[in-house]
């Protein structure tokens, strides 16, 4: 069974985009927004790593970051963060928030983020170096 990914951003384009490139490898589910991920999680659904941006409408990334490490049942839920925001705010989520396992600034290298996702869905596979 593929593991699942939750993409979280308001821009459909970039939802498509990075649909496109994790769907060959792993079930992926997208939201316009971090309401539309909430919603989705508490009707029963579990993803097995979030990717989100932090500026969206109706609750944003923080917000959702926050329902998240709140939760017992999401808090454990490695979350990648991608974002428009400059680095030096991000580099404090990983602080903030345990589940985050990466953040990077948009624009992005489709590459590293697709390395960043496997190493952390994959760790066996990571190879030491």
Do not use: H
């Not at 699942?4 to 498509?16: A, G, Q, Y």
């Not at 939201?31 to 989705?40: K, R």
Request: hydrophobic share 45%; proline share 5%.
């Amino acid at each position: 069974m593929k593991k699942k990914i939750l993409i979280i951003d308001d821009s459909l384009p970039l939802r498509m985009l990075l649909e496109a490139i994790f769907s060959k490898q792993y079930s992926v589910v997208s939201a316009s927004d971090g309401l539309a991920a909430m919603q989705w999680l508490s009707s029963g659904n579990k993803a097995d790593l979030i990717i989100t941006d932090m500026e969206m409408p109706n609750i944003n990334g923080e917000e959702l970051l926050d329902f998240l490490s709140g939760s017992y049942l999401y808090q454990d839920i490695p979350v990648v963060v991608i974002s428009g925001f400059n680095l030096e705010n991000l580099n404090a989520l990983p602080v903030k928030y345990a589940n985050v396992q990466s953040v990077s600034q948009k624009p992005f290298d489709p590459m590293t983020l697709m390395g960043t996702v496997s190493r952390i869905l994959n760790p066996a596979l990571t190879i030491a170096g």
